[in-house]
Structures are given as structure tokens and as C-alpha cells.
């Protein structure tokens, strides 16, 4: 009898980890690593947020919570969702989690059948299919390559959907090609699930606000209401406050949806810290100023990178519209030769080589079921993205 389950035989650790964590290895070893695999923003979380979190251990806010989270929370995300995009939850329609990864996860367990099939269309994060897996379910991949904008157009969505679709689950701004979708794609996208009344939808929002258009952020709930009863909307404190190491995400949706996610999270994790949970009232509730800098400072990278990435003879860049990653092709550079004679046949021996020769981790575009790329994170100080880039343009140079 073997130890683990047939149920997580298919699932791998997340990629954009185990390329830190290789990185990591050759940097304890003495090689000098650029490490530009992970999507942490290297700023400070604010310090309003910093000394709410504080001002919490102090007055003793150190207890269980209630499994959804703390009233105050709950509160502040209503707020949120109502000021952002004109959309009203209840109490009963808020859901909060241990990150927003922890919602996502919590929903498919919650919802997810053997056999039920989640569209997933890619390049998108790394977790996606296995947590579809994890919850039993047979995540639907749709390739959307650059020439579509890495976006899925209605007329591959609507094919697509069978009687066993669940879930469509989509990201926007994207991790890991930075594509947003517009309203009117989003609308486009909505026709197609309103002709299917038995498929939910997932929007992964936690990008909204590094983004570089001036159009206001479109989210599907509220921009096709009559879709909100089957949406759930997510989004969290990790990316816009520099808060990845807290721990918080949060979640919207119908009160049948929320009650399934809370009763797996009442019977897992319970809720996040109590301190996070206070930290991320002040986030949410408080000055947005520092917000400006933050996207000055990514707007200012992105263009360093993508032209950096234009120049090497081999690679293809667009322009993202938003997160912190730039997704060139690299399918030229497939079956050239690294110095020591080795032929790259994949876009992971190409990371590897990267990593190797190079000392620069990056992500392989097969981890987010779009081979032929890989992902830069630009969430990293200036003077490491101007060394990586250096880096990348002598190892691509040197393969024959
Ligand atoms: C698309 C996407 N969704 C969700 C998450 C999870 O973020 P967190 O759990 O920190 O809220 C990430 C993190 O990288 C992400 O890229």
C-alpha cells in the first residue's frame, strides 16, 4: 500500500517555487543568483499597515475569529467592492482566507465533483490545475498564445463547455503574461456564460490595482450583473500592499457559495492570523497614496525589461498591461546549442540554462500550460533587473 493518495499522485510543488528554491540552493553555495522567479513585490508593506498590525498584538487581538473572519474585515472589504466596482455584498456573501490562494482553494473543494471539468484558460498561474486536481476535478486547458493576446476569445470558451463544466476560472491582469481583459472582451465572455446557466465563474482580481491602462478595472460581476450569481470574485491584500507574507485574500459571491467555502475552511485553517486580519481593515480602509509610486516604480521596470527582452535576437515580447511579469517567446531559441554542447529542447532546459550558466531564475512558460515562454517576475529592485537582463542577453548570445 503506498503512503500518499491517488488523489495528489498528479499534483507537482508550485514551479515558480521550485525555481526560488534552486536558485536559492546555487546562491548557498556561493554562485551569485538574480532570482526573478517569484511574484513578491520587493517594497515594504505601508506603514499605516505595519503599525495596525502592532497597535493589534498590543490590544490583545490575539484570539480565534470567527471562521469568515472578524466583523471589522468583513466590513472593510464590503467597502472595498462597493467603492472599486458599485458591487454590494452582505456579510453572508464575504468569505476571507489565508491569502487569496486559500479561497481559490477552498471554492473548488467546495464545489468541485469527480469528473466536473474547470476551464482553465492559459498561460495562467501555476496552482490552477492542481488545485482542480486536488479537489478531484479535470481542469480544461485553453491555449490562448500571443497572437490572441494570451487571452481566450468567446468562440474557443463556448466550445469548450460540456455538460460537466463547473467553473471557467480567469485571471486579469494575468499571471504570468500581464494581459488584462477589456469590459467589452469581458462582456463578450459573459454572453457566452449566460447561454450556459449551469457554468460559474472565477475572477481572480488579485492584480487589479498594478495596472498600467487608465480605463477603470472592469471585473465580471459588475460588469455583467446578471451574471453575479454564479460569480465568485477574488482578490486580496498580498499584491497592492505589499503583503504576501501576511496572509490575507478575500472572496465574494453568492451566500450558498460563501457557506461551502467557510464550512471547508471551518474544518481546516479556521481563518487568518487575527493580527493579519486587523492589519489588512487599516489596508483596505486607509490612504491609497502610496499605491501611485508603487505602479510608477513597476510601469518603470516593465519597460526596462520588455526592452531588453525586444533586443535579443531569438525572443518575442509584448507589452503587458499589468502585474508585475513580462512573458517572452522563446520558441526560436529552441534546438540551439549551449556552449557545452547541450541542445535546448524546451523552454525548461532553457530556464535551466538560465539558471545554470547564468545565474538568473526564471520560470519555464509549460509550468503555466503555455510552452515555448517563460516568465520574468519584475517585482525586484532596479539594479537586479538591469543584471538579469545583462545575463539573459549574454546566455541567449551565447547558444549557437
Ligand atoms: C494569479 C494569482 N492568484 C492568486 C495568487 C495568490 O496570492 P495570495 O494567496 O498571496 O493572495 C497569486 C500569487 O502569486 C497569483 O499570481
Request: aromatic share 8%; with cysteine; charged share 20%.
Amino acid at each position: 500500500m503506498t503512503l500518499l493518495s491517488k488523489r495528489i499522485a498528479g499534483v507537482k510543488p508550485p514551479a515558480t517555487r521550485e525555481m526560488t528554491r534552486l536558485g536559492n540552493e546555487l546562491a548557498r553555495a556561493g554562485r551569485s543568483i538574480v532570482s526573478l522567479a517569484q511574484g513578491a513585490p520587493d517594497f515594504d508593506t505601508p506603514r499605516h499597515v505595519r503599525e495596525a498590525g502592532k497597535a493589534a498584538i498590543d490590544q490583545g487581538k490575539t484570539r480565534y475569529t470567527d471562521v469568515p473572519g472578524t466583523r471589522e474585515l468583513a466590513e472593510a472589504i464590503r467597502r472595498k467592492f462597493e467603492r472599486d466596482h458599485g458591487l454590494r455584498f452582505t456579510a453572508a456573501e464575504i468569505t476571507i482566507g489565508v491569502g487569496s490562494k486559500q479561497v481559490l482553494y477552498n471554492a473548488l473543494q467546495a464545489t468541485v465533483d469527480p469528473g466536473d471539468e474547470v476551464i482553465v484558460p492559459t498561460p495562467a498561474w501555476v496552482s490552477y490545475m492542481d488545485m482542480v486536481m486536488l479537489a478531484g476535478g479535470t481542469p480544461v486547458i485553453l491555449r490562448c498564445p500571443a497572437e490572441q493576446g494570451f487571452k481566450v476569445t468567446p468562440d474557443q470558451l463556448e466550445r469548450a463547455i460540456t455538460g460537466r463544466t463547473k467553473w471557467v476560472m480567469l485571471n486579469s491582469p494575468s499571471n504570468p503574461s500581464g494581459a488584462e481583459y477589456t469590459r467589452d472582451e469581458l462582456v463578450a465572455l459573459g454572453g457566452v456564460l449566460l447561454r450556459n446557466p449551469h457554468v460559474w465563474f472565477m475572477s481572480d482580481d488579485i492584480y487589479e490595482k498594478i495596472r498600467y491602462r487608465d480605463e477603470p478595472f472592469p471585473t465580471m460581476a459588475a460588469v455583467m450583473p446578471s451574471l453575479a450569481t454564479r460569480c465568485l470574485t477574488i482578490n486580496g491584500v498580498s499584491k497592492a500592499f505589499a503583503m504576501t507574507g501576511w496572509r490575507c485574500g478575500y472572496g465574494a459571491g453568492p451566500a450558498d457559495l460563501i457557506r461551502g467555502i467557510n464550512l471547508v475552511q471551518g474544518q481546516s485553517v479556521s481563518h487568518t492570523s487575527s493580527v493579519t486580519q486587523a492589519a489588512a481593515v487599516a489596508a483596505l480602509d486607509g490612504p491609497m497614496d502610496f499605491l501611485g509610486p508603487f505602479v510608477a516604480a513597476y510601469r518603470r521596470r516593465r519597460d526596462l525589461v520588455v526592452a531588453a527582452m525586444q533586443e535579443i535576437e531569438g525572443l518575442t515580447c509584448s507589452v503587458p498591461d499589468g502585474a508585475f511579469y513580462v512573458f517572452p517567446g522563446c520558441q526560436r531559441l529552441l534546438g540551439r546549442r549551449t556552449p557545452d554542447g547541450k541542445t535546448i529542447e524546451t523552454d525548461m532546459d532553457l530556464c535551466m540554462y538560465f539558471l545554470e550558466h547564468a545565474g538568473v531564475a526564471l520560470v519555464p512558460g509549460s509550468a503555466f500550460e503555455l510552452p515555448g515562454h517563460f516568465r520574468i517576475s519584475y517585482a525586484a529592485s532596479d539594479a537586479e533587473l538591469a543584471e538579469g537582463m545583462k545575463r539573459i542577453a549574454t546566455a541567449c548570445a551565447n547558444l549557437t
